[in-house]
């Protein structure tokens, strides 16, 4: 079965350009959560959707970043414009809990660094 | 909101030896609390989890124990072996719709 498919692997971009990661979640599955992971901050949620549609976004950090997920097969999250203090690895997760009370399978991250 | 400490933040074990992990919350209206491993360069994977109306779970080497009037539960890994090395995270759900994950523990395994 596949899993969660996040793209791309490895980004590494100039500080001030628009970064864009993608998610694939598992067929079937109506949660999404976007999470950021840092050695200082370690595995922080960013947003949360539930069937397409965010639930809670209190965890983005500032309105340079935005996600969304236009349908159940796809999301992304965008940072623009990007700082060197977003350098670190961002993941996705899905679940077939509505209600976040249910294993989550991650994907392998997509490590991003700002020069 | 829920807050979970997870303690230690390192453990160095023989091979062969046992292993245990720590967690606490603090709301007590959280009733799922998984235990995921994560390799490097890896994300996180589920290894166990247990609710609320359970004390105990095993599956061959791991077991997790739960203690809902003190709020806390651990990871208990028997027979460690180098394979076992690793980040464990504990996390806690349910009392809102956001899990909430500790700071994890890199377990060392030597050989």
């Known amino acids: 079965d596949a899993g969660v498919i996040q793209s791309p692997r490895h980004e590494v971009t100039e500080m001030g350009q628009e970064v864009t990661l993608r998610c694939k979640p598992i067929?079937?599955?109506?949660?999404l959560f976007w999470y950021r992971q840092t050695m200082m901050r370690g595995l922080e949620l960013l947003i949360y959707?539930?069937?397409?549609?965010?639930?809670?976004d209190s965890g983005m950090p500032e309105d340079r970043f935005s996600a969304k997920m236009p349908n159940a097969s796809f999301s992304t999250l965008k940072i623009q414009p990007s700082e060197p203090r977003d350098s670190a690895v961002y993941f996705c997760?899905?679940?077939?809990?509505?209600?976040?009370?249910?294993?989550?399978?991650f994907g392998d991250g997509t490590r991003l660094s700002i020069l | 909101g829920e807050n979970v400490e997870q303690h230690p933040s390192t453990l160095s074990v023989q091979e062969g030896d046992s292993a245990v992990i720590k967690c606490t919350y603090s709301?007590?209206?959280?009733?799922?609390f998984p235990w995921y491993k994560q390799e490097l360069g890896k994300g996180p994977q589920l290894i166990i989890d247990?609710?609320?109306?359970?004390g105990e779970k095993k599956d061959q080497r791991i077991a997790v124990t739960l203690n809902k009037t003190a709020k806390h539960f651990s990871l208990h890994i028997t027979e460690t072996q180098p394979e076992d090395s690793a980040v464990y995270f504990c996390a806690a759900a349910g009392g809102s719709y956001i899990p909430t994950f500790g700071r994890g523990t890199s377990l060392i395994v030597h050989p």
């Open positions: 247990i609710r609320s109306n359970v």
């Open positions: 997760a899905s679940s077939f809990s509505a209600t976040g009370e249910g294993p989550q399978h």
């Open positions: 067929s079937g599955h109506n949660s």
């Open positions: 959707f539930n069937n397409n549609v965010p639930i809670d």
């Open positions: 709301d007590s209206a959280s009733n799922y």
